[in-house]
């Protein structure tokens, strides 16, 4: 008798789709180094993936600015520069300072709620899985996201919490490629913890310059580690 087909079972993901996920979380977590120039041989091993999807995936990148394409040189990953940081840095104070403001006129209770419960399991995260050197942590990392995110929530629009993850992404970027250097260095729970008792003490010009002085620290933390 002929098995059922499984209606219920999620569709399978495409080869593109694939390989562009992948190459995308290798080019922001530092993986793919800025400059590297991307062979198909070595992208067909590394991803064991054919040529169409690499392509369609690496075209993708490249509208998103992680990847550059040079008709005679092929692809690489996308360059980083301090100039480039703080452009990157001055435009995610700009969004997110005007989301923030629009979640404090919002304000409603289940934006508070969400916001304490994502700071309370970020701050019980580890920052990197070694005491002694960093090593990332993927969880710290999902969380970090999260309270963020939980942060400009309450802002209502669509359009910039949009904008808010693509700023997100380029930063993270920047930060993976400086946390070696800035392990020890600073302490991120204390910097989001002011941020977070600003907010929830109404205190919004407050809560924006902490934010503006925890991007830019990031910022000179890049600068020095180059």
Not at 106 to 130: C, I
């Amino acid at each position: 008798m002929a098995a059922f087909m499984d209606l219920t079972a999620a569709p399978p993901i495409s080869m593109t789709r694939l390989a562009y996920e992948r190459l995308r979380s290798d080019v922001l977590d530092g993986h793919l180094q800025p400059g590297r120039k991307l062979l198909m041989h070595e992208l067909r091993q590394r991803y064991a993936s054919g040529a169409s999807p690499l392509r369609e995936a690496l075209s993708r990148l490249a509208t998103e600015g992680l990847v550059v394409h040079n008709e005679q040189r092929g692809f690489a990953v996308a360059d980083v520069s301090a100039e480039q940081l703080r452009d990157l840095v001055r435009t995610r104070i700009a969004i997110e300072s005007t989301a923030l403001a629009q979640a404090f006129a919002n304000r409603a209770t289940d934006w508070e709620e969400a916001l304490v419960l994502a700071f309370h399991r970020l701050s019980r995260a580890p920052r990197s899985l070694h005491e002694d050197r960093y090593e990332e942590n993927p969880q710290w990392e999902r969380l970090h996201r999260a309270f963020h995110f939980a942060l400009l929530q309450g802002c209502g629009s669509t359009l910039l919490l949009g904008f808010c993850e693509q700023l997100y992404d380029q930063a993270y970027r920047y930060r993976q490629l400086a946390a070696r250097s800035a392990h020890k260095r600073r302490s991120e729970l204390d910097e989001h913890r002011a941020i977070f008792d600003a907010v929830m003490a109404r205190r919004l010009d407050e809560a924006q310059r902490l934010l503006s002085e925890h991007y830019e620290r990031t910022a000179r933390l890049f600068s020095a580690a180059r």
